[in-house]
């Protein structure tokens, strides 16, 4: 059967043989037009172009979407406050009350008419522990206070940058009363030297006032009262001195001030030194840099001097001096090893198991706590040149939280307030007051104590023994109601294997004191860190959102509290260029970072997330370009 033949029209006779023309040109010639390359090269840039515009528009999008909806807290509340049109007498007028008959702020001049209904939650601190709590708050719950010395946040991680001019300090603020506001809340810049346990009202105090002074009548001006209903202590702790004479021949690291303080002294050493009539001796007691103590602060600050002095200045000695086996002994000994061996690398002279005596004005005097053994032949003491000297090791209470202690007969600890699991102050009998970060640790339980009641529970046919099911209902009900005893509790077939002394599968009373003995020993409080105290924060806060919204069911709101679980989730530290870290992965031994070359970036990038507001992302990022380009700013001002 024929195919039946079809009339092409013009237009496609044209196409065709076009298309015939092409295909044969092709086929003669093995390689393309050079004008097709250019075509197509032109092609593929302007579709690389048209992404990234479209790429940078998303995320210029999404930035100033980020900057409104943060900005909208702050002037949402700002609104709230300028609701009202008038100011309320009490703010003005003050009654006066407490044990001291002091003004008591009642009423606060930002007041609004919708804060008289709720519970007053005065939180004391403007620190990583405060900050976090306030985040945490569901607006509207409670009538918000902030106390402190201080009206602005500090990122302490990256104080050591600003000492040597890598950062800007202004970088690393943020103002409180921003950060209030997006609760609705309130800011007093004073300082808190006491409470009235039985009037539930805190003492605060100008902080332009004078402390040192002996009291008199003019200092009832200065102080007033602020009560409260619940309270948040988060007022950090001081620097310890472990009886150590010359402590103010020292420069610390805590504060602004202590950053400015220090970055002028390191100028001034420098400048000093400079000149042609110092001698030799002189100008190499000036240019030594001591630092005692082996914690990332410390260790931070030493690489951050040894950039300056190796990038931006001239080499000069700088020393490291530490009581401990290690530097960063709180790190893994792998990573530990591997900070000393690079701070020797770069000549930095580092001191271990070594205890300082006494600190003079331009030395440190110090003893190796190996004499009399393996080095016997050495001299019992010896000094160090210290033209700086910076004190970086243990915690103290401060002065309110001593205050605080000395009132409840419960806190029998010399450095820190004593918490339960929920973080409420011991001794408190109405749980009002609570407390966290350096300032607080939870106090670890007996375990023992209870052995009779968590026995007989687990117990259930009472023949005096446990199986393995009994004795893994105990771990489970340990581990709710004190979930801190995680890390210390191994895996239950392992444990339940080794206190089965007499291996006959069952555990008796003797075999399980002995595991929560064991248990009891292992148990130490959490470290004094910026991650600590911002877990506590956020658990804290969802605390006090709960207990707000079951405020007329208090059994309903302790079903819905749980303890409060620490998460790990590793910890970092510079080391000049590049830094060492170690990770929770969730498997053993966890991943450690070893200054690798990504290792800075990844340092660097792990505190950008970590700021509280865009403008200090923002600040920190044109920071450390401006530092890559020009280096650091060694003006003196």
């Not at 201080?150 to 800007?168: M, Q, R, S």
Request: proline share 4%.
């Amino acid at each position: 059967m024929g195919r039946k033949g079809t009339q092409l029209s013009p237009t496609q006779q044209q196409r065709q043989q076009k298309h015939y023309t092409t295909n044969t040109t092709s086929s003669s010639s093995s390689q393309p037009p050079p004008t097709s390359l250019k075509s197509g090269s032109k092609s593929n840039k302007v579709k690389w172009i048209r992404r990234g515009v479209i790429a940078a528009a998303i995320g210029g999008l999404g930035t100033v979407a980020y900057i409104l909806r943060q900005e909208r807290e702050y002037f949402d509340a700002a609104s709230i406050h300028e609701a009202h049109e008038h100011v309320p007498p009490l703010a003005l007028h003050p009654q006066t009350g407490g044990k001291n008959n002091l003004p008591v702020v009642a009423e606060q001049l930002d007041s609004n008419p919708l804060e008289k209904d709720k519970q007053r939650l005065v939180i004391i601190g403007s620190g990583w522990g405060a900050v976090s709590v306030i985040k945490s708050l569901e607006k509207g719950k409670y009538n918000v206070t902030v106390i402190s010395e201080n009206n602005y946040f500090l990122f302490t991680p990256l104080l050591p940058c600003a000492t040597v001019g890598t950062l800007e300090l202004r970088s690393l603020l943020e103002p409180i009363r921003k950060i209030a506001a997006r609760v609705g809340g309130h800011f007093l810049e004073g300082r808190a030297v006491d409470v009235d346990l039985e009037n539930k009202m805190v003492e605060v105090v100008r902080s332009t006032a004078d402390l040192d002074r002996t009291p008199d009548d003019s200092d009832a001006k200065n102080r007033f009262y602020v009560p409260y209903d619940k309270l948040v202590v988060a007022v950090g702790a001081t620097s310890i001195s472990y009886g150590v004479e010359g402590l103010e021949h020292t420069v610390k690291l805590k504060t602004i001030r202590d950053a400015v303080n220090i970055r002028r002294k390191v100028m001034s050493n420098v400048e000093l030194a400079s000149l042609p009539m110092v001698t030799p001796e002189e100008r190499k007691k000036l240019l030594s840099f001591v630092v005692i103590g082996g914690g990332p602060t410390g260790i931070e600050f030493a690489a951050e001097l040894n950039d300056w002095v190796e990038e931006d200045f001239i080499k000069w000695a700088s020393g490291q001096s530490s009581d401990g086996d290690h530097i960063l002994n709180t790190f893994d000994s792998e990573i530990s090893d591997y900070a000393e061996n690079r701070f020797k690398r770069k000549n930095i002279n580092v001191v271990t198991n070594a205890r300082v005596i006494r600190i003079e004005k331009d030395k440190v005097i110090y003893q190796p706590k190996t004499y009399g053994g393996e080095e016997a032949n050495e001299p019992a003491v010896k000094e160090m040149d210290a033209g700086i000297c910076l004190w970086s090791t243990g915690i103290a209470m401060t002065s309110f939280a001593q205050r605080l202690a000395d009132q409840l007969n419960e806190q029998q600890h010399q450095r820190v307030l004593l918490t339960d699991e929920y973080l409420a102050v011991k001794g408190v009998p109405d749980h009002s007051i609570y407390a966290l970060g350096d300032c607080a640790s939870i106090q670890s339980p007996k375990l023992v104590n209870g052995i009779k009641e968590i026995f007989s529970k687990a117990d259930k046919n009472h023949d005096g023994m446990l199986t393995f099911d009994e004795f893994s209902n105990v771990v489970k009900h340990v581990l709710r109601r004190f979930p801190l005893t995680k890390q210390h509790i191994g895996r239950m077939v392992d444990m339940f294997e080794t206190y089965d002394k007499d291996r006959n599968g069952l555990l008796d009373m003797d075999e399980m004191y002995t595991l929560l003995h064991d248990v009891d020993k292992k148990m130490t409080n959490l470290p004094a860190t910026a991650q600590v105290a911002s877990q506590q924060g956020s658990y804290l806060g969802s605390t006090l959102n709960t207990l707000a919204k079951y405020a007329d069911d208090p059994m309903k709101a302790s079903e819905k509290i749980q303890p409060f679980d620490y998460h790990h989730f590793g910890a970092l530290a510079y080391l000049g260029n590049t830094a060492v870290g170690e990770f929770n992965t969730g498997t053993p031994g966890g991943y450690k970072m070893l200054g690798q070359a990504w290792a800075l970036y990844l340092w660097r990038g792990v505190y950008w997330s970590e700021q509280v507001s865009l403008r200090t992302r923002l600040n920190l990022s044109i920071d450390w370009s401006k530092t890559a380009l020009f280096g650091r700013d060694i003006s003196n001002v």
